[in-house]
């Protein structure tokens, strides 16, 4: 076997030279003696081979150094090997180099250690590839960095993945960024757990969007926050499934711009509730 000083020595053209096997029977210590040119002239349909230990053994400088081709020749099970560390250092390019299968293929601690600079800069592709499971180890600070040119592209499933707790990390900007269908969506929790300073990022749109049972989940101080425009938009049919103590939390104003099929659709009980709203 080859020692690591005497494969400090193999020139580029010997890497290329290289065949599957022998790609293959790199150890760990040699690839960590391998330098980025010397990686980077692997051919693409040889990197495929290198053992999951020789891969895990690299530095982030040394994985920086492999070709967008090479990235993309990795099997599942060698992108799964990467450690954290590796994969919280891949750059912004390295990431989306990556196919939607192998970003669809990053554990679960693997997704946790995603910077909020390599998330911010996901193609979007790879953002979509995301499946549920990995949306649901988001941390807020991570769901956070999502831009206003992410956010609207999210699959309703992996927003419903979101913890509440992931959720919080959202500006009410950002929360304004999100499709009609994307609110619509959200599961009753998510949408009892907005601040009263996210709601007043929903849209009137948003706000028609919402179901029977999203504007049920709606507290005092989510109702007490919106504006008449986006009171005014909730369908008629669902202000009925208000509660009385969202509805006892608004003002006159507030009040006062509820419109007459919005007042009509009201029961009696809600009705009372209104009365005894503070003016």
């Not at 709606?218 to 919106?226: C, F, K, N, P, V």
């Amino acid at each position: 076997a080859l020692t690591t000083s005497q494969v400090q020595g193999l020139t580029a053209g010997d890497m290329t030279a290289l065949g599957t096997a022998q790609v293959g029977a790199l150890s760990s210590a040699q690839a960590q003696a391998l330098n980025t040119d010397q990686l980077a002239a692997i051919e693409t349909g040889d990197i495929r081979f290198l053992s999951t230990a020789a891969l895990r053994a690299l530095s982030s400088t040394q994985l920086d150094g492999f070709t967008s081709d090479q990235l993309r020749a990795l099997s599942s099970s060698q992108i799964n090997s990467l450690t954290t560390a590796q994969v919280s250092t891949l750059n912004t390019d390295d990431l989306n180099s990556l196919t939607s299968d192998q970003f669809n293929k990053l554990s679960t601690a693997q997704v946790q250690v995603l910077t909020a600079n390599q998330l911010s800069n996901l193609a979007t592709d790879n953002l979509n590839a995301m499946g549920s499971s990995q949306f649901a180890t988001l941390s807020s600070s991570q769901f956070g960095a999502l831009t206003s040119d992410q956010l609207p592209h999210l699959e309703t499933a992996d927003l419903r993945a979101v913890t509440t707790a992931a959720l919080a990390g959202l500006t009410s900007d950002q929360i304004l960024t999100l499709t009609s269908d994307e609110v619509g969506s959200m599961t009753t929790g998510q949408i009892a757990a907005l601040s009263a300073t996210q709601v007043k990022g929903l849209t009137a749109g948003d706000m028609t969007a919402l179901t029977s049972a999203q504007v049920a989940a709606l507290s005092s101080a989510q109702t007490s926050a919106l504006n008449t425009d986006q009171l005014a938009a909730i369908d008629a049919a669902d202000m009925k499934s208000m509660t009385t103590a969202a509805l006892r939390a608004l003002s006159s104003t507030q009040i006062d711009g509820l419109t007459s099929d919005q007042l009509r659709a009201l029961t009696s009980t809600q009705l009372n509730a209104l009365t005894t709203a503070p003016q």
